[in-house]
């Protein structure tokens, strides 16, 4: 094998470097997501966690080039998927890249399935478009995979529409669909937020199996630190728009470092604790409100005078890999 392709495969699958996004707020552009970067290999899952409102959306439709152009833009920053510049993309190289290489599953799926089509159709669809397959191999495959995703009766399902299926199957069929033309990067965005507790696990399992098969990268968006400990290599902590803590998933939960991280850890509940759960006081400023500086400064109990400049992220001297955005704690 080359040198050029052994570097390749080494590469990670996805790359954001400095990722600034700018949402338009009363005719003026604001800054909702700050020079964030990171990077997920094959195999591996990075969870982005914060309160809703942190910007871990906005991230995952600037990857996916999916912002609409009237209200948001990325205004600075390097995204590759798979070694193609998603940025410098034109509109129409994106619209190859998305379902192909790069795939995003949301909440709810019923936001992202056609309601008047047949899932068979709808699965079908992308694999004709993408991989110029004849209609009838694309309904077998979409059989296939509905099996893959472990829909029962999925011969006989294929022709029935969304609204008849449970809310844990529509995730599954939004999976298939996401996973239809065998992408490299899959985005999940609280792919289980919706669904109960139990269906939730089965969801996540099948994720984990299916990325181990096909050496998927995953961006797992959550609010649930539960759902990190259990399938997260690494976790980035987002806090209006900053990552405020970047560690691998063992070291966040050995020494959650940033006053944040901490705060979402306490509000959190926890099988082997009678501990009360602390919410964090106050709330996540709307972006016109966001504070210069460190932008959680109004809630942190640390705050000193330092804290209206800008702390960087910067790595812990026990823990290089670890990183934390904070005056007070990174030393
Ligand atoms: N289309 C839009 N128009 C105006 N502001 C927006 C738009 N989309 C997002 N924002 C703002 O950008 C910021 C980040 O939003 P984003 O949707 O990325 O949050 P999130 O972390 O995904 O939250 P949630 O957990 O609720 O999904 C918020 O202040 C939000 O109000
Ligand atoms: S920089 Fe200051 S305000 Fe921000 S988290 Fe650290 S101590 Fe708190
Ligand atoms: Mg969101």
Redesign the pocket.
Known sequence: MSAALVRQSEAPLLQVEGLTTS?R?GGAWRD?VREVSFTVAGRETVALV?E???????TALSIMGLL?AK??RVSAGRITVDGVDMVAASERQREAMRGDRVAMIFQEPMTSLNPVLTIGFQIGEALERHRGMSRKAARARAIELLERVRVPSAKARIDAYPHQFSGGMRQRVMIAMALACEPRVLIADEPTTALDVTIQAQVLALLAELQREVGLAILLIT?NLGVVASVADRVLVMYGGDVVENAPVRSFFARPTHPYSEGLLKAMPRVDSAGELVAIPGHVP??PDMPDGCRFQARCPLRIERCTERPPLAPLRADPAHEVRCWVRAS
Do not use: D
Request: charged share 5%; proline share 0%.
């Open positions: 949402i707020v909702a914060g809703s409102g942190c910007g871990k959306s906005l609409a209200v948001g609010h709307t972006l």
